[in-house]
């Protein structure tokens, strides 16, 4: 899609299967199945949508899935399904891993920073590794941004969160030295900027990007699917869910309002939308787009 001078494009890195029930927390089954229908142990796939922004000065990658360096146990626990993939979809954008010059990363959940490392042969050990494995960062010259926050908590896991965090997949890039970590709102290039949207992790963010007197928002986890646009509506994982229920009553006031393009990650059918407001209630408006 074209945001003013700015090419926007969703691309996948395929899907993994997940409880139906973690997406929509408090929602009850017989609500939230007739949005996503879960098999018969109750998962529902969750696709993973990340987004190539192309701007006249820069390459930004935001999330990059979950990557190609698991083994099959962890593969078959959550029923990966690949291709397609980042590496692939990137290639059909004509864009290679070197020219990429940022990489946003809403979070550090393992969904969401997979493809930030790929796995080199080495006879080399490492504290992360197996083997005779060595991973270094997938993008030789970009910088790699997350919040300080978010940064904190992936390498002080706790007994809830450790299971999200996989420190082989960002401790490579602070060894690089291609680590930047931002505290709150920051400005990556002009016309792309990081807000902290704290409710699914206290260190999460989202991409707030503007061209051409138009504006679009890649929510990342704190709104995953189009279904989540309704307040009720949260998953599970959320840690603050709180202070994610009054960001977002924010944000979407915002994206009515000023008309912003919504983004969202883990839609299996609506990547890009807007949310209007029809006698009094919003009501969403899908784009049609073809992810790469």
């Not at 098999?39 to 529902?44: T, Y």
């Amino acid at each position: 899609m074209k945001l003013g001078q700015f090419e926007i494009i969703a691309i996948s890195d395929g899907s993994f299967l997940i409880d139906g029930g973690t997406m929509f927390g408090v929602v009850p089954r017989i609500l939230w199945q007739k949005i996503w229908k879960p098999d018969e142990l109750n998962r529902i796939e969750i696709p993973l949508n990340c987004l190539l922004i192309k701007t006249p000065k820069a390459k930004i990658l935001v999330d990059t899935g979950i990557g190609n360096k698991h083994d099959e146990k962890f593969r078959e626990m959550y029923k990966i399904k690949q291709p397609p993939d980042l590496a692939v979809g990137l290639a059909k954008c004509n864009t290679t891993f070197e020219e990429i010059d940022f990489v946003i990363n809403t979070h550090l959940h393992f969904d969401h920073c997979g493809w930030n490392t790929i796995v080199k042969q080495d006879k080399q050990n490492t504290n992360y590794g197996n083997g005779e494995r060595i991973v270094v960062p997938t993008f030789p010259k970009a910088k790699y941004v997350i919040q300080k926050q978010e940064w904190y908590d992936a390498t002080h896991p706790n007994e809830r969160t450790r299971a999200s965090y996989l420190k082989i997949n960002y401790i490579p890039v602070e060894e690089a030295g291609q680590l930047i970590l931002v505290d709150g709102e920051q400005e990556i290039v002009p016309g792309v900027k990081v807000i902290n949207t704290i409710g699914h992790t206290r260190g999460h963010q989202s991409v707030l990007i503007e061209s051409g007197g138009k504006k679009a928002i890649y929510w990342g986890d704190f709104m995953p699917t189009s279904a989540h646009v309704k307040l009720s509506y949260h998953t599970s994982f959320d840690l603050y869910p709180m202070e994610l229920l009054e960001l977002k009553r924010k944000y979407l006031k915002m994206v009515i309002d000023e008309h912003w393009l919504m983004i969202f990650e883990h839609d299996p059918d609506v990547v890009f939308a807007y949310l209007e407001e029809e006698k009094g209630k919003p009501v969403l408006k899908p784009v049609c787009n073809e992810k790469s």
